[in-house]
């Protein structure tokens, strides 16, 4: 597949493949374009191109939106394509070669490597710097910079590359970092302390010297993946982009800052850090959690310089409660990446997936091919150690054979060849930052479940033996006389032969949830229940995706979980995924709110909707998330 050219090639490939829709209306870019697109991406829509955004640039929005998009974005088919590719460049790099003709054959190979890697601009003006402004003319407010959501501290760039070197090393980074705008000439730049860029930081202050920093907006689509992409630190982005895009990205200097760009790219902000500046509060900001992420202290960067192409397009994504565009980045990662994991972690791996309601970081669910015993708990090891997997808070393993993306069969298999007393492992280790629920800021539990077939010396407890469990005894109104804080029950998994039964309750006393597994882990209706899932009250529980994804946010895997035996010496999982409190849980951080649209811009977006000309009517998906939100603001509970 030829691949299009920049950002305005990829917008007619596209709309001549029915992926896109443009909407010529004037449209704010305050609020109302998160809502038409939040409506649009959850429900399986295209691609928007906002032709009227009140500035000169057209803004396009959900250009990664689905499968297909990606791999349009790469230049594939299929993106499983790109992985097969790496893994056939790995296998001819690392063969053995017998004699000097084996070994001359690889010169193709070598030369085909050599060729993504990054070159210098070789012409006259390159395209993003065709018009130029500097000093007082570079204004943020030229461009139709998002306000997302309705708690957010500003307007946010959500699709930034973000361009640093090292002092030292001149190593590059490209990286994707969320950047809040304070006015015309200033924003705040979210490097997360895990961050390379972070590191770069750290590396200028020592320095006392000011930082010269880079964003560029758009290009080839291949550059916002790559700068999204878990690459090792000393690894430059645009080789990756390079390999990609099979062919060199040409790279130009910025005119007033030491440092280079995409010479394709739209729009290039040039700028600079001084390490010896305070810090600034950036945020609140509606996140890919799904909830709002708490203001903290991160860098000002200064605008010296706004460049752009004639025909530049303002490209911008939204993230909030699953699923949103970036899901099919991190599926790109996921399919893209499972060869170099294959070949540098995990020579046992056959296949990984990221779960959309694990939010990147919070589950991974692999299979491994399973050749002696412990290798299970191996492999939970080595992903808690494998580059950004380190974050993983819910790591499972399963047998090869297993479709991962078959999740009825995933939890099937985990209920059938999990023995809890011995196929648990409780941890303990870095956690995302924009993790709420542990208990201090980038530091929590962390659990893993070996669900593959265990050898004869892995069993070493006799096995246990779980009734059928009665569907009647396990409805709410068999239990609720009995438990009066119970609201709902959800016993889809049960019935379909897996153990795992799900309910909401209300709060009302100290580290209630795991009281209240306790208690129900002890009465008979449960003696044929493995796992016993709870949440809160407010909102239903009968979609499953949305209960793994209050789930998957909402807990600590050490604090939140409790292995409780029942009267016969079964064990029972009891996980606590309600929100805590410092009244009743003694958490001592804000816990953040639900994102959710505001109602006047729901009504409006309602109200225009045939305007907009994007096809039949979506409702707003905030409705169904309005009852998660415990109070105004971002912040749902506040630290003492």
């Known amino acids: 597949m030829a691949r299009p050219k920049g950002l305005q090639g990829f917008v007619e490939r596209l709309e001549a493949t029915g992926e896109l829709r443009r909407i010529p209306i ?28 009140g500035t000169r640039f057209p803004l396009l929005i959900g250009a990664y939106g689905s499968e297909r998009r990606m791999a349009l974005a790469l230049g594939v088919e299929k993106i499983e394509a790109v992985s097969q590719r790496i893994l056939g460049l790995f296998r001819q790099l690392t063969a053995p070669r017998a004699s000097l003709w084996e070994k001359l054959s690889l010169l193709p190979t070598l030369g085909e490597v050599a060729s993504y890697l990054p070159r210098k601009w070789k012409g006259g003006r390159p395209p993003c710097q065709e018009v130029v402004y500097t000093g007082k003319e570079a204004r943020l407010s030229m461009l139709p910079i998002l306000t997302c959501w309705p708690e957010d501290g500003g307007p946010f760039i959500t699709l930034p590359i973000v361009h640093t070197y090292h002092p030292e090393t001149h190593q590059r980074n490209v990286g994707m970092y ?28 020592a320095t006392g010297k000011r930082m010269p920093v880079a964003i560029a907006l758009g290009g080839d689509p291949v550059y916002a993946y790559a700068a999204t992409a878990p690459l090792p630190e000393n690894i430059d982005e645009y080789i990756l982009a390079g390999f990609l895009r099979q062919k060199a990205v040409q790279l130009v200097p910025c005119l007033t800052q030491p440092i280079e760009v995409p010479a394709d ?34 860098p000002a960067f200064h605008v010296t310089a706004i460049t752009h192409r ?17 899901a099919w980045l991190g599926k790109a990662t996921e399919r893209i990446f499972l060869a170099p994991l294959r070949l540098t972690f995990l020579p046992e791996l056959v296949d990984i997936e990221l779960p959309v309601e694990g939010v990147f970081h919070n589950l991974a669910v692999a299979s491994i091919e399973k ?39 995933v939890a099937r298999t985990l209920a059938e060849h999990t023995d809890l007393r011995t196929d648990l492992v409780f941890s303990q280790g870095p956690i995302d930052v924009l993790d709420h629920a542990c208990s201090q800021m980038g530091f929590g539990g962390k659990l893993g479940i070996d669900g593959t077939r265990k050898y004869p010396e892995e069993r070493i407890l006799p096995p246990i033996a779980y009734p059928q469990p009665d569907l009647e005894a396990l409805r709410l ?21 897996i153990p795992i039964w799900i309910a909401c309750f209300f709060k009302s006393e100290k580290r209630h949830g795991i009281r209240l597994g306790e208690k129900l882990a002890q009465h008979p209706a449960f003696s044929g229940i493995k796992v016993i899932l709870l949440v809160d009250g407010e909102m239903t529980i009968q979609d499953l995706g949305d209960v793994f994804w209050r789930f998957a946010n909402n807990t600590d895997m050490r604090r939140d979980s409790a292995l409780v035996y029942d009267a016969e010496g079964r064990p029972h999982l009891v996980l606590d995924a309600s929100t805590k409190t410092y009244e009743l849980d003694d958490f001592t951080r804000p816990w953040p709110n639900v994102i959710v649209m505001s109602q006047d ?37 506040k630290a003492p």
Do not use: C
């Not at 004037?26 to 928007?48: F, N, Q, W, Y």
């Not at 191996?378 to 494998?386: D, Q, Y």
């Open 265 to 298: 790219a739209d729009i290039v902000i040039e700028g600079y850090v001084d390490p010896n500046e305070p810090l600034v509060l950036e945020g609140p900001f509606g996140d890919h959690t799904g909830y709002y992420s708490l203001p903290d202290y991160y």
């Open 601 to 637: 811009i729901i009504d409006l977006v309602d109200k225009r909707w045939e305007e907009y000309g994007i096809g039949n009517f979506i409702p707003s998906p905030s409705r169904k998330y309005q009852p998660l939100v415990r109070s105004s603001g971002a912040i749902a509970q």
């Open 26 to 53: 004037p449209v704010s870019p305050k609020l109302e374009i998160t809502e038409i697109t939040d409506r649009v991406i959850k429900a399986g829509g295209p691609a928007l191109l906002f032709e009227n955004t």
């Open 178 to 205: 969320r950047v809040q705008v304070f006015d015309d000439y200033t924003t705040a730049i979210h490097w997360q302390l895990h961050k390379v860029s972070r590191r770069h930081y750290e590396a200028w202050k």
């Open 310 to 326: 004639k025909d530049a397009i303002y490209p911008a994504t939204i993230v909030g409660i699953p699923p949103q565009e970036d």
């Open 371 to 409: 050749e002696y015993p412990g290798q299970g708990m191996k492999a939970i090891h080595t992903m808690w150690g494998a580059g950004q997997l380190m974050f993983t808070k819910i790591a499972l393993i399963v047998d090869k054979g297993v479709s991962l993306q078959n999740y009825w069969e």
């Open 477 to 497: 109104e068999a239990l609720r006389p009995l438990f009066p804080e119970l609201r709902e029950v959800n016993l889809r998994l049960i019935e379909k032969g």
